[in-house]
């Protein structure tokens, strides 16, 4: 054990000083002198790389030039991939792994401690933690690369903002090859944040800590919760710097570069197939590959038969049927992926079409967010100054996504008979996995109804009116006392009260946004020139903003106890809906106490109690740029016992992974049942570590007021 860290120790430094001395790793892997100078993995070694994408697609020939010399931004044309090579960092460190999203590559977790009275095999088993984590910090930075692995940027193009912004590609995130598990299954690797590439453009290819914990933390966070999504591995930080400016108001600041290691069957996209795309009329773009159609089938050929083979099966000798049973399965995908998003209030925030997985897995976490106080029209990316990927019109932006979809098949899939399916299955199946989420949601166990599709609308009407909180309300609702009559029922009208917005919190939700003589310009403009102010696109902003200076005039006007009761009020009435529609539910049944304990199951089965708020990610970032990992990890990784932080003190190397296990934990459980461990964790917890006032909350407690202040771009 000693020499296995001894020699992961040479390796790291070695790699540490080709970063210092800001040399790029060796020549492509391949030859006999690349494998030679590579450190040698231990823990990593088993994995097996086979790059089917490589050899089945168009890789570009590498453009005259030394093979160290850092890529040039250029259109690429005629290929998929760009052979590139990760960019070193300076003196890497692990934040966190994944052991669940590791498990799918055959990496086993490390062996646990064997607790008091056996030291020796602790010692042990610290040493071949520390050893995994020297490992994971240099191969999955980039500083050092596995045997068989072939690094290479993807091509594509993407609609953004409604918009065709020609050539994207992979600016930040490199291909390292495709792991073949014992199982069978396939696994791509990708490192986010690794160095530039042909598709930077002007940037450097970098990520920084906050925005990779952030894309770390969501990615396990929604597998957990049981959407489709890829997978995050691990998060490596650095001493490296880059300069930010995070909210674009002209204040940048220096941050620590940090790379994400992904993991999912493909990252290939919608926008993958938009590289074919002719000139746009409206930005007079186009993709790189025009009229390479010969491409457009390889592709064809490559996704459908290394990921939809039964599709590929069922129609052999007929490419037509077989692009548009394809086609229909990503419909029917994307429309399943949206419905769990609204039903867990994500928000995705930068729905483009180079953001939408061929899989239906949720891709490309930037500035997202989840729902906190219900609102329709929330919009998670400050940058999103149009509300065009709202919460409420994820739905449909999905659906427009697929249409562009649907154009760059052409010609291999007809444009009308995409078009046919696209309307024929896309709204259907969305409503059909939309109502059945929520009917599980509502706890309703035996038959669908038809006015199952009213209740779940009232309920959000009725969440939307009282400003409650999403995901709180839901599991509280598993706690309603379905008896007509209950005692119990004004002691949980006041629970779900307490779930509502504050006095204080509508008043900063409803503030006014635009300065005053901005919106008596756009009044005058409204008045004497409507097309222009149509065409400059600030309508819709001017009548949201004199909704929100009404409602905030109603609100100056409202007592605390005036709230109160209207709240109450509000829910009584949607409750007294809702229980009649239980008692429905139960009709007929013969053993109660069972229907009542499937009502039960299947509620705390489908409403999380935890969640990744934007106030648990920034504390977990807030500690991370400090030098404290705890969050991050915390998010996670299995919890050590939560009894150790009782009684008696811990060094800071046992503390810091104990507070880093902690939140990812809560994360890995969020359909915790009544008395399981996360509540233990939760308990745990050292008072006065985070926050922005210093003290620690409930993660499973409404946020604080500042956590509404806080900005994603």
Same mark, same amino acid.
């Given at each position: 054990?000693?020499?296995?860290?001894?020699?992961?120790?040479?390796?790291?430094?070695?790699?540490?000083?080709?970063?210092?001395?800001?040399?790029?790793?060796?020549?492509?892997?391949?030859?006999?002198?690349?494998?030679?100078?590579?450190?040698?993995?231990?823990?990593?070694?088993?994995?097996?790389?086979?790059?089917?994408?490589?050899?089945?697609?168009?890789?570009?020939?590498?453009?005259?030039?030394?093979?160290?010399?850092?890529?040039?931004?250029?259109?690429?044309?005629?290929?998929?991939?760009?052979?590139?090579?990760?960019?070193?960092?300076?003196?890497?460190?692990?934040?966190?792994?994944?052991?669940?999203?590791?498990?799918?590559?055959?990496?086993?977790?490390?062996?646990?401690?064997?607790?008091?009275?056996?030291?020796?095999?602790?010692?042990?088993?610290?040493?071949?933690?520390?050893?995994?984590?020297?490992?994971?910090?240099?191969?999955?930075?980039?500083?050092?690369?596995?045997?068989?692995?072939?690094?290479?940027?993807?091509?594509?193009?993407?609609?953004?903002?409604?918009?065709?912004?020609?050539?994207?590609?992979?600016?930040?995130?490199?291909?390292?090859?495709?792991?073949?598990?014992?199982?069978?299954?396939?696994?791509?690797?990708?490192?986010?944040?690794?160095?530039?590439?042909?598709?930077?453009?002007?940037?450097?290819?970098?990520?920084?800590?906050?925005?990779?914990?952030?894309?770390?933390? /969501?990615?396990?966070?929604?597998?957990?919760?049981?959407?489709?999504?890829?997978?995050?591995?691990?998060?490596?930080?650095?001493?490296?710097?880059?300069?930010? @400016?995070?909210?674009?108001?002209?204040?940048?600041?220096?941050?620590?570069?940090?790379?994400?290691?992904?993991?999912?069957?493909?990252?290939?996209?919608?926008?993958?197939?938009?590289?074919?795309?002719?000139?746009?009329?409206?930005?007079?773009?186009?993709?790189?590959?025009?009229?390479?159609?010969?491409?457009?089938?390889?592709?064809?050929?490559?996704?459908?038969?290394?990921?939809?083979?039964?599709?590929?099966?069922?129609?052999?000798?007929?490419?037509?049927?077989?692009?548009?049973?394809?086609?229909?399965?990503?419909?029917?995908?994307?429309?399943?992926? =949206?419905?769990?998003?609204? /039903?867990?209030?994500?928000?995705?925030?930068?729905?483009?079409?180079?953001?939408?997985?061929?899989?239906?897995?949720t891709i490309d976490y930037g500035p997202f967010g989840f729902l906190d106080r219900y609102d329709s029209d929330h919009v998670c990316n400050a940058s999103d100054n149009t509300g065009r990927y709202a919460y409420n019109k994820q739905p449909e932006v999905c659906k427009w996504n697929l249409q562009k979809?649907?154009?760059?098949?052409?010609?291999?899939?007809?444009?009308?008979?995409?078009?046919?399916?696209?309307?024929?299955?896309?709204?259907?199946?969305?409503?059909?996995?939309?109502?059945?989420?929520?009917?599980?949601?509502?706890?309703?166990?035996?038959?669908?109804?038809?006015?199952?599709?009213?209740?779940?609308?009232?309920?959000?009407?009725?969440?939307?009116?009282?400003?409650? @909180?999403?995901?709180?309300?839901?599991?509280?609702?598993?706690?309603?006392?379905?008896?007509?009559?209950?005692?119990?029922?004004?002691?949980?009208?006041?629970?779900?009260?307490?779930?509502?917005?504050?006095?204080?919190?509508?008043?900063?939700?409803?503030?006014?946004?635009?300065?005053?003589?901005?919106?008596?310009?756009?009044?005058?403009?409204?008045?004497?020139?409507?097309?222009?102010?149509?065409?400059?696109?600030?309508?819709?902003?001017?009548?949201?903003?004199?909704?929100?200076?009404?409602?905030?005039?109603?609100?100056?006007?409202?007592?605390?106890?005036?709230?109160?009761?209207?709240?109450?009020?509000?829910?009584? @009435?949607?409750?007294?809906?809702?229980?009649?529609?239980?008692?429905?539910?139960?009709?007929? =049944?013969?053993?109660?106490?069972?229907?009542?304990?499937?009502?039960?199951?299947?509620?705390?089965?489908?409403?999380?109690?935890?969640?990744?708020?934007?106030?648990?990610?920034?504390?977990?970032?807030?500690?991370?740029?400090?030098? @404290?990992?705890?969050?991050?990890?915390?998010?996670?990784?299995?919890?050590?016992?939560?009894?150790?932080?009782?009684?008696?003190?811990?060094?800071?190397?046992?503390?810091?992974?104990?507070?880093?296990?902690?939140?990812?934990?809560?994360?890995?459980?969020?359909?915790?049942?009544?008395?399981?461990?996360?509540?233990?964790?939760?308990?745990?917890?050292?008072?006065?570590?985070?926050?922005?006032?210093?003290?620690?909350?409930?993660?499973?407690?409404?946020?604080?007021?500042?956590?509404?202040?806080? /900005? =994603?771009?």
């Amino acid at each position: 054990m000693a020499s296995l860290r001894t020699g992961l120790g040479t390796s790291l430094a070695a790699a540490r000083v080709l970063s210092l001395r800001g040399r790029r790793p060796p020549p492509a892997p391949g030859c006999a002198s690349a494998a030679a100078m590579e450190p040698a993995p231990r823990w990593l070694a088993g994995l097996r790389f086979d790059n089917r994408a490589l050899r089945e697609l168009p890789v570009e020939a590498p453009p005259p030039g030394p093979e160290d010399a850092p890529p040039e931004p250029r259109p690429v044309r005629g290929a998929c991939f760009a052979r590139v090579r990760p960019a070193p960092l300076r003196q890497p460190r692990l934040v966190a792994l994944s052991e669940p999203a590791l498990a799918l590559l055959g990496l086993g977790a490390p062996p646990a401690g064997a607790g008091a009275g056996a030291g020796a095999e602790d010692a042990a088993a610290r040493e071949a933690r520390e050893a995994r984590e020297a490992e994971a910090a240099l191969f999955f930075s980039g500083n050092a690369l596995l045997p068989g692995a072939e690094p290479a940027a993807h091509c594509y193009c993407g609609h953004q903002f409604g918009q065709f912004a020609g050539q994207l590609g992979d600016g930040a995130a490199m291909y390292l090859g495709e792991v073949c598990a014992a199982s069978g299954e396939r696994w791509e690797l990708q490192l986010k944040g690794a160095g530039p590439t042909p598709f930077s453009r002007q940037a450097d290819g970098r990520k920084v800590l906050r925005s990779s914990i952030r894309e770390f933390l /969501c990615s396990e966070a929604m597998f957990h919760l049981g959407v489709p999504t890829t997978r995050a591995g691990a998060c490596v930080t650095s001493q490296s710097m880059v300069v930010r @400016d995070v909210f674009y108001d002209g204040n940048p600041k220096r941050e620590p570069c940090a790379v994400v290691l992904r993991i999912a069957p493909t990252f290939l996209r919608f926008g993958s197939f938009e590289i074919f795309k002719s000139t746009d009329e409206h930005t007079g773009r186009a993709g790189p590959s025009v009229g390479r159609n010969d491409i457009r089938i390889q592709m064809l050929d490559y996704v459908i038969g290394t990921f939809y083979p039964e599709i590929q099966a069922t129609h052999v000798g007929d490419s037509v049927q077989r692009n548009a049973a394809f086609f229909r399965e990503v419909t029917r995908r994307t429309a399943r992926m =949206v419905a769990e998003w609204q /039903c867990v209030g994500f928000c995705h925030g930068v729905l483009n079409t180079d953001n939408m997985s061929v899989m239906g897995l949720t891709i490309d976490y930037g500035p997202f967010g989840f729902l906190d106080r219900y609102d329709s029209d929330h919009v998670c990316n400050a940058s999103d100054n149009t509300g065009r990927y709202a919460y409420n019109k994820q739905p449909e932006v999905c659906k427009w996504n697929l249409q562009k979809l649907a154009e760059a098949l052409e010609p291999e899939l007809p444009l009308a008979l995409a078009e046919a399916i696209l309307a024929e299955d896309y709204d259907a199946e969305f409503r059909r996995h939309y109502l059945y989420k929520m009917r599980r949601k509502l706890g309703l166990v035996r038959a669908a109804c038809e006015e199952d599709a009213t209740l779940v609308a009232r309920l959000l009407e009725t969440m939307q009116q009282t400003g409650a @909180d999403f995901t709180n309300t839901f599991y509280l609702l598993s706690s309603f006392p379905v008896e007509a009559g209950s005692l119990d029922l004004a002691d949980f009208l006041t629970a779900l009260t307490t779930q509502c917005a504050s006095l204080e919190e509508l008043r900063l939700a409803f503030r006014p946004q635009m300065d005053p003589r901005q919106l008596s310009m756009m009044l005058m403009l409204a008045q004497s020139n409507p097309q222009l102010l149509a065409l400059i696109g600030t309508q819709a902003n001017v009548t949201k903003e004199l909704e929100r200076m009404e409602q905030q005039s109603r609100l100056e006007q409202l007592s605390p106890a005036e709230l109160l009761s209207r709240n109450r009020g509000q829910w009584a @009435d949607w409750l007294q809906e809702y229980r009649a529609r239980l008692e429905k539910d139960r009709e007929g =049944v013969g053993d109660a106490a069972a229907w009542q304990a499937e009502h039960v199951r299947v509620m705390r089965a489908t409403n999380p109690k935890y969640i990744l708020r934007n106030y648990i990610a920034q504390d977990a970032i807030a500690a991370a740029e400090n030098g @404290d990992f705890s969050e991050a990890r915390t998010l996670s990784i299995l919890p050590l016992s939560p009894a150790c932080s009782r009684g008696r003190s811990l060094q800071p190397a046992v503390l810091l992974p104990l507070q880093v296990r902690r939140v990812l934990k809560l994360l890995e459980a969020p359909y915790c049942m009544e008395g399981e461990a996360t509540e233990a964790l939760e308990a745990a917890e050292p008072e006065g570590t985070s926050g922005a006032a210093g003290r620690r909350r409930s993660y499973s407690s409404r946020p604080p007021l500042w956590a509404a202040e806080l /900005c =994603v771009t």
